[in-house]
T-cell receptor, first 114, second 114 residues
Framework: DTGVSQNPRHKITKRGQNVTFRCDPI?????LYWYRQTLGQGPEFLTY????????KSRLLSDRFSAERPKGSFSTLEIQRTEQGDSAMYLC????????????FGPGTRLTVL | AQTVTQSQPEMSVQEAETVTLSCTYD???????LFWYKQPPSRQMILVIR??????QNATENRFSVNFQKAAKSFSLKISDSQLGDAAMYFC???????????FGQGTRLTINP
């Protein structure tokens, strides 16, 4: 068990560029979550997968955002045509379906849009 | 929609003393989960303690305990014998029964004075 990993840890991009982040959950965790955390705030839910199915999306997830989990293992979060308001920490978490269903978080990807 | 409020942006405590972090939430649901997460500087978020709303007994985990007041919709975290390693942002979070997303408060930054 190596924990949830996220790559890259930091990303600096220019406004209008596309970026993609990767999340590798804890092995055998069938649920995967994406959250966004802006400076000084708590994380906000973006989307959630159970296996490869995307079961819930927040209204925060605009058309420029897309998330995939093609084989039910790792997930990617893509932001197209980035805007300065997209600058934030993007957190991934995973859990296993159970009565406790505790979410374990990764270290996050910090995005800076210039 | 559920909301979580942490009214103390910052708290400080002397090492070895006890500190209590406050959290209130708003919900019309009767079954739910409450959590405290810790986010150390530049490190990933980890679960400190969880409480099921149907349980009257307050959860405890070593030096961490909660005071869950369901009628008042209050969920405070008490840290006993504070240690330097307890310094972090602490987030209170809510999860509906049968749902997956966590709703976080704004966080409380805890400083431990040696």
């Amino acid at each position: 068990d190596t924990g949830v990993s996220q790559n890259p840890r930091h990303k600096i991009t220019k406004r209008g560029q596309n970026v993609t982040f990767r999340c590798d959950p804890i092995s055998e965790h069938n649920r995967l979550y994406w959250y966004r955390q802006t400076l000084g705030q708590g994380p906000e839910f973006l989307t959630y997968f159970q296996n490869e199915a995307q079961l819930e999306k927040s209204r925060l997830l605009s058309d420029r955002f897309s998330a995939e989990r093609p084989k039910g293992s790792f997930s990617t979060l893509e932001i197209q045509r980035t805007e300065q308001g997209d600058s934030a920490m993007y957190l991934c978490a995973s859990s296993v379906s159970s009565s406790t269903d505790t979410q374990y978080f990764g270290p996050g990807t910090r995005l800076t849009v210039l | 929609a559920q909301t979580v409020t942490q009214s103390q942006p910052e708290m400080s405590v002397q090492e070895a003393e006890t500190v209590t972090l406050s959290c209130t939430y708003d919900t019309s649901e009767s079954d739910y989960y409450l959590f405290w997460y810790k986010q150390p500087p530049s490190r990933q978020m980890i679960l400190v303690i969880r409480q099921e709303a149907y349980k009257q007994q307050n959860a405890t985990e070593n030096r961490f305990s909660v005071n869950f007041q369901k009628a008042a919709k209050s969920f405070s975290l008490k840290i006993s014998d504070s240690q330097l390693g307890d310094a972090a942002m602490y987030f209170c979070a809510y999860r509906s029964w049968g749902a997956q997303k966590l709703v976080f408060g704004q966080g409380t930054r805890l400083t431990i004075n040696p």
